[in-house]
């Protein structure tokens, strides 16, 4: 730990990206001495206990986009794999700040690493599409704001201006994390009340070529084709 420290206080280049590295490779390192050693089980419960910390959950993120090496990486990273889609299956509103950390601190991240794994990219695209479908609008007289609705509770600090950045990070990836969220967002659209993302699209400078259903709502008047 103090050589760690040291090193971080004299990265002068980089220090953020520098340390997230160090950190990445010495739980790597940590995690195949017990993957060799048949407690992958202390892997698991680490998952478990540590996932809300910001510095951790970017580690599990790294090490999912590192190149295969050995057959103890292989090993970690399926066990990474599961306990994430996991978790994020079950949505938990005890956890925003493991939501937080995906959606605004590592999203570049988390669209590299749906790149690379379809189970994750189809569970966190459902997560964008509740984000989305979560937001209200509020009218004034020039325009329409939109923010998330007062019994939203995974998300509570994630904005729409947050919503759109995740999705235009998705739109920018040439591999399955984009292609997967242009069908969603073509998908989302021929639902009810769907003008967010008519809106979503429209910030991401994406022409509006699918049908948007017009619902009986107030956001009516914003619905777009």
């Keep these: 730990k103090n050589i760690i420290e040291e090193l971080n206080a004299n990265c002068l280049v980089q220090k953020d990206v520098y340390m997230s590295t160090v950190d990445c490779e010495l739980l790597r390192s940590a995690w195949r001495k017990y993957v060799q050693r048949g407690q992958t089980f202390i892997i698991s419960n680490c998952i478990q206990t540590a996932h809300t910390d910001s510095k951790f959950l970017e580690s599990l993120l790294r090490l999912l ?15 990474i794999k599961e306990s994430l889609v996991l978790k994020m299956s079950a949505m938990s509103e005890r956890d925003p700040a493991f939501w937080y950390t995906l959606v605004v ?12 794994n379809p189970e994750i990219c189809s569970v966190f695209l459902k997560f ?29 600090d994630v904005t729409f201006d947050d919503l759109v950045s995740l999705v235009r990070c998705f739109l920018e990836s040439k591999g399955l994390a984009g292609k997967r969220m242009r069908q969603t967002l073509q998908d989302l659209k021929s639902q009810p009340d769907c003008s967010v993302w008519v809106e979503v699209e429209r910030q991401c400078g994406l ?12 956001t009516d008047k914003f619905i777009s084709t």
């Design 65 to 79: 986009v590192k190149e295969d090496f050995t057959e103890e990486d292989n090993i970690i990273k399926k066990m």
């Design 105 to 116: 601190d590592n999203k570049s991240l988390i669209v590299a690493v749906c790149d690379l």
């Design 128 to 156: 964008i599409s509740y984000i989305g479908n979560s937001m209200v609008a509020e009218f004034t007289e020039t325009n329409c704001i939109w923010r998330l609705g007062e019994n939203t509770k995974l998300i509570a």
């Design 207 to 218: 022409p509006v070529l699918a049908k948007c259903f017009i619902a009986s709502s107030s």
